[in-house]
Structure formats: C-alpha cells, structure tokens
Nanobody, 126 residues
Framework: QVQLVESGGGLVQPGGSLRLSCTAP????????IAWFRQAPGEERDGVSC??????????YYGDSVKGRFTISRDNAKNTVYLQMNSLKPEDTAVYYC???WGCGYTPLATDFNFWGRGTQVTVSS
C-alpha cells in the first residue's frame, strides 16, 4: 500500500508563511502528478495546487484563492513535492493532503488521485 507523508503544517499568524512537504518512502513520485488538497471542517476536499510529472515539464495548476500566494514545486532527487504558502489568511485554515495521480486535469478532483497522505493541519490565526 502506497502511503504519502505530509509534513510542515502548524499554527501561523495571518500574513505568515509555511512550507509543506510531501514524500513517499519506498515509492517514486517522479512519474506522477502530485496535488495538494485541503479540507476545512464541514466542507468538501478542494484541489489547491497540482504539478505534473517532470516528463510533462512539471506544469502547474493553482486554485483562484491561492494564485500569487502559493507555489508548488518538486525535487525529484529528494522524492519530495513542496507547497510554499505565503501571505496566509485565516480562510486557509484546513487539513492539507497530498495525493498522487496521473494528471491534474482542468481542475484537480479528489476522485482522480490514487494515493493519499493522512494530512497535516494548517491553522492561520492571531
């Protein structure tokens, strides 16, 4: 069973930054599209950002609410995908999940991703 592992969440003040990491021990992420989803209590799991595999030039997707603030990147040598989150807002508070699939689609949908992590909590509050 493939298990992705997220890290880097925490409590941050509005306007602050966090960097989330996603890795998969014993499993290569190189050939997969990797997406970040988030889910707040009582809400659906929404696609935040996605990056295609390196063979697809690593093209990226960002949801409208995070464009210009979040940056997704991948380091294949470290088998890790990052989500740099700047200018954080209270509405960014959620559990953030990374997932591996075969593409990002027009908008990443949770049903299109095969492998998931257990999530990391991000709380933006003063």
């Amino acid at each position: 069973q493939v298990q992705l592992v997220e890290s880097g969440g925490g409590l941050v003040q509005p306007g602050g930054s966090l960097r989330l990491s996603c890795t998969a021990p014993g499993f290569s992420l190189d050939y997969y599209a990797i997406a970040w989803f988030r889910q707040a209590p009582g809400e659906e799991r929404d696609g935040v950002s996605c990056i295609l595999s390196s063979s697809s030039v690593g093209s990226t997707y960002y949801g409208d609410s995070v464009k210009g603030r979040f940056t997704i990147s991948r380091d294949n040598a470290k088998n890790t995908v990052y989500l740099q989150m700047n200018s954080l807002k209270p509405e960014d508070t959620a559990v953030y999940y990374c997932a591996a699939g075969w593409g990002c689609g027009y908008t990443p949908l949770a049903t299109d991703f095969n492998f998931w992590g257990r999530g990391t909590q991000v709380t933006v509050s003063s």
